[in-house]
C-alpha cells in the first residue's frame, strides 16, 4: 500500500517536472508568441481549508495549532504572491520570467515534498499535520526573504 505522504511527494514532483515540460515547450516551440501575452507570475494555491486558529499559543490543542499554522501559510501565501507579481516586471524578458516561474514552481514543489517528509516524524500522529504546516509556514517566511532580496536587487539596477 502507498502512503498518503509518497503519494504527495510524487505530485510534488510531477508537478514541477511539469513546470519545467511546459517552460521547455514554450523555449523551443513556436507557442512563445502565443503565450508571451499570457504569461503572468505563478500564483499559489493551497488544497487545504484552514482550520480556526484560537486560544493562547501554550494552551492549543494539536487542531488549534495546526489552524494557526495554515493561516500563517495563507498570510505568507498572499505575500509571497503579491511580491512574485512585483518582481515580475522587472525581470529583463519573457525568458526570465519563465525562468523565474520555473524556479517558482520548483521551490513549492520542494516546500510540499520536504515539509512532508518533516512530518515523518510523527507520522500516524496528530502531531504530523501539525509539523507539516508549521514546516510550511516556516519554509514560507524564508521564501519571502529570498524574494524580498531578489525584488530588491531588481529595483536598484542600472
Not at 79 to 85: C, I, T, V, W, Y
Not at 115 to 120: E, G, K, L, P, Q
Request: charged share 20%.
Amino acid at each position: 500500500m502507498i502512503s498518503t505522504k509518497f503519494t504527495s511527494l510524487i505530485a510534488a514532483a510531477t508537478i514541477a517536472i511539469a513546470g519545467v515540460t511546459i517552460a521547455v515547450t514554450q523555449a523551443g516551440g513556436k507557442t512563445i508568441a502565443a503565450s508571451a501575452a499570457k504569461l503572468s507570475p505563478v500564483v499559489i494555491h493551497e488544497t487545504f481549508t484552514p482550520l480556526p486558529c484560537s486560544g493562547k499559543p501554550s494552551h492549543r490543542t494539536t487542531l488549534q495549532q495546526e489552524g494557526c499554522a495554515e493561516q500563517q501559510i495563507l498570510r505568507t501565501d498572499a505575500k509571497l504572491n503579491a511580491l512574485a507579481k512585483a518582481v515580475f516586471p522587472l525581470l529583463a524578458d519573457n525568458a526570465a520570467r519563465r525562468r523565474f516561474n520555473t524556479a517558482q514552481r520548483a521551490w513549492l514543489a520542494y516546500r510540499r515534498a520536504d515539509c512532508a517528509s518533516v512530518s515523518d516524524e510523527f507520522e500516524g500522529g496528530s502531531e504530523s499535520p501539525v509539523l507539516a504546516a508549521q514546516c510550511g509556514a516556516a519554509r514560507n517566511g524564508v521564501r519571502l526573504k529570498d524574494l524580498k532580496a531578489f525584488d530588491d536587487a531588481l529595483s536598484h539596477q542600472g
